[in-house]
């Protein structure tokens, strides 16, 4: 049975950081591509930040280049969200993602919330 699961969302004021990480267990995860995605209320889910399977390449949608970095330890199963300078605008529910071929695993979710 596949599992992710995320930990590390909360509150936080504008300006500051968060670090997300997700454990997976069930797969071999080094054959995975990870990815975090969020979703905000009322939007459709957008994927943020995508690494390949042995770390090596790493890619972010444009509204976050520059403040999130995504890692990843294949000796651990896990995959790392670190952010900062947080913007209200990052407020949103993150999702871990695991995908390999037609396989596409989903953690349950942590919320972010970026507020005075």
């Known amino acids: 049975q596949v599992q992710l699961v995320e930990s590390g969302g909360g509150l936080v004021q504008p300006g500051g950081s968060l670090r997300l990480s997700c454990t997976a267990s069930g797969l071999i995860f080094n054959n995975y591509v990870m990815n975090w995605y969020r979703q905000a209320p009322g939007k459709e889910r957008e994927l943020v930040a995508t690494?390949?399977?042995?770390?090596?390449?790493?890619d972010y949608t444009d509204s976050v280049k520059g403040r999130f970095t995504i890692s990843r330890d294949n000796r651990k199963n896990t995959v790392d969200l670190q952010m900062n300078s947080l913007k209200p605008e990052d407020t949103a529910v993150y999702y871990c993602?695991?995908?390999?071929?037609?396989?596409?695993?989903w953690g349950q979710g942590t919320q972010v919330t970026v507020s005075s």
């Open positions: 690494i390949s399977s042995a770390g090596g390449s790493t």
């Open positions: 993602n695991a995908r390999f071929t037609t396989q596409n695993f």
